[in-house]
């Protein structure tokens, strides 16, 4: 039987092939993201989703605060995104400047410009998970662009992409 550790653990988890988004909110005029590899679908009726996020993070703070946020799905050609709101430390003015977005019209989130979709949630439940909160919430709009290219995916500690 293997040791169970914290290196090991994450060395098994990391074959598991995950989209990558970037979790955004607003929150007291700040703008607040951060990159996440855990967004799953949980139910149709009502249209719910999941999103683990650190409790260590500022993003953790805010969202639970302010209760609304966006997840932007990113495609292939945004892995520097990606690794910018993956950055710990950034500053939190200006975090955005990098990243060309709108603002969600039911929330007011930063919609990341060329994601492959956006969603508006609005936090339903929030559930402690050793480090990391999963917060739970109900879609309140989405948006699917016409067009739609590779997928950005992190697989094995790394940055690919599947189309």
């Known amino acids: 039987m293997t040791d169970l550790d914290p290196a090991r653990f994450r060395q098994a988890m990391g074959r598991l092939v995950q989209g990558v988004s970037v979790l955004t909110t607003h929150c007291e005029g700040h703008d607040h993201a951060m990159t996440a590899d855990t967004v799953t679908s949980v139910s149709l009726e009502p249209l719910l ?16 605060e302010c209760g ?17 709101f993956a950055t710990r430390g950034r500053p939190l003015h200006g975090q955005l400047d990098r990243a060309p977005f709108r603002r969600g019209e039911e929330t007011g989130v930063a919609l990341l410009e060329g ?3 956006h969603l508006e949630v609005r936090t339903t439940d929030a559930h402690p998970a050793g480090d990391h909160v999963i917060v739970v919430g109900e879609v309140l709009s989405l948006d699917i662009p016409d067009t739609v290219g590779p997928a950005l995916v992190h697989y094995r500690g790394r940055y690919g992409s599947i189309a």
């Open 49 to 64: 989703v999941l999103a683990c996020v650190e409790t260590e993070s500022r993003f953790h703070d805010a969202v639970l």
């Open 68 to 84: 609304l946020w966006g997840v932007n799905v990113l495609a292939a050609d945004q892995r520097p995104l990606s690794e910018w």
């Open 115 to 117: 994601a492959l979709m």
